[in-house]
């Protein structure tokens, strides 16, 4: 449930922070370290972002100090750092109104809260998001029974024969991850060559080796064979237009996510391509008191991981301090000596 009200009569925090996937608790983390107070906002019903909602049983390998964790638990454990600084979540309303005053922000929410702020961090992923699906007649009628955008609990598919369709890491890692454990699995793509991590692509090319695994390239998804929502085969169809058919329980199409700012574009935010453009070493907006920091973020030579929104973080927390507190010198300890504030 998402918390009272916050009128303009109650307490005033620091940073309100919008967007609770990785980033944003992580930015929670970095503001705390340096005193500054956080509400956080944002459109889902759970923390977590994309890592929740679309997939939280994703091995994920880039963390440091995790040579793998799952998506889930990486937003388990970064809820729990952030815990000590008491955030306040609006979770399941997005921000539809944004008035400036002298030293603070007032956002009005999609569910009629009221907050206010002195600064804001956009750490809102890529914005709202949903998934590219393919262009198959009928497929709703298999969505959530046959066909899933992600997948939240990898156990249900033990035992079944499972498509997957794309070319990138989702396409990738859940082959990797699925194919010990399915009857067979079958990676769809229309092209030869993968986007995904070099490693990961010579695992793929042992998967044959050991389990029901073949690549299907090139092909792309043609249509669908089934009733009432239950999936029989999967029929791909090559560059020359010959249609082979693949036995099939489970289609999992992977084509990214297609994605809008939402309200956010109408700030007056300078944008590049759907992403806010951003100074790297502050984080800040071309709006004052705004910043922006995780893949929402634009600036030469940015690279899209988690670690580098993390970094963005605690460049953003900085700059603010700094604004907000401007005789109060912040003298930088590591937070092995002088660990969590009291």
Request: with cysteine; glycine share 8%; charged share 20%.
């Amino acid at each position: 449930m998402p918390d009272k009200t916050l009128n303009i009569e109650d307490e005033m925090k620091d940073v309100a922070i919008i967007g609770a996937g990785p980033v944003g608790l992580f930015t929670i983390f970095q503001c705390g370290m340096l005193g500054l107070s956080t509400v956080v906002i944002d459109s889902l019903e759970e923390i977590g972002g994309q890592c929740t909602a679309l997939y939280p049983e994703k091995p994920i390998y880039d963390i440091p100090a995790y040579p793998e964790i799952m998506a889930a638990d990486l937003i388990a454990q970064l809820k729990k750092q952030a815990a000590p600084f008491k955030p306040r979540y609006c979770l399941n309303q997005q921000i539809v109104a944004l008035s400036q005053y002298d030293d603070f922000w007032r956002l009005k929410t999609s569910l009629g809260q009221e907050i206010q702020a002195k600064t804001i961090i956009i750490a809102g992923g890529a914005g709202a998001f949903g998934p590219n699906k393919p262009p198959l007649k009928g497929l709703e009628s298999y969505e959530g029974r046959s066909v899933f955008y992600m997948v939240r609990r990898k156990d249900d598919l033990i035992g079944k024969k499972v498509i997957i369709a794309g070319g990138g890491d989702s396409a990738v890692d859940w082959a990797l991850s699925l194919a010990p454990i399915a009857e067979s699995v079958r990676l769809v793509h229309r092209r030869e060559k993968f986007r995904a991590a070099p490693d990961n692509l010579l695992k793929l090319q042992e998967l044959s080796q050991k389990y029901n695994f073949e690549l299907i390239v090139p092909y792309q998804l043609d249509s669908l064979t089934g009733k009432n929502g239950i999936l029989h085969a999967v029929n791909v169809k090559d560059t020359n237009g010959s249609v082979r058919t693949l036995e099939a329980d489970i289609l999992l199409p992977f084509y990214g996510l297609s994605m809008a700012l939402g309200p956010i574009a109408d700030w007056g935010l300078v944008l590049d391509q759907n992403h806010i453009s951003t100074q790297p070493t502050t984080a800040r907006t071309n709006i004052d008191s705004v910043y922006a920091v995780g893949d929402i973020a634009s600036y030469d030579n940015k690279k899209k991981y988690i670690l580098t929104g993390f970094s963005e973080a605690a460049f953003a927390a900085h700059d603010i301090y700094k604004k907000l507190y401007p005789e109060t010198p912040l003298h930088f300890e590591y937070s092995t000596t002088k660990g969590l504030p009291q």
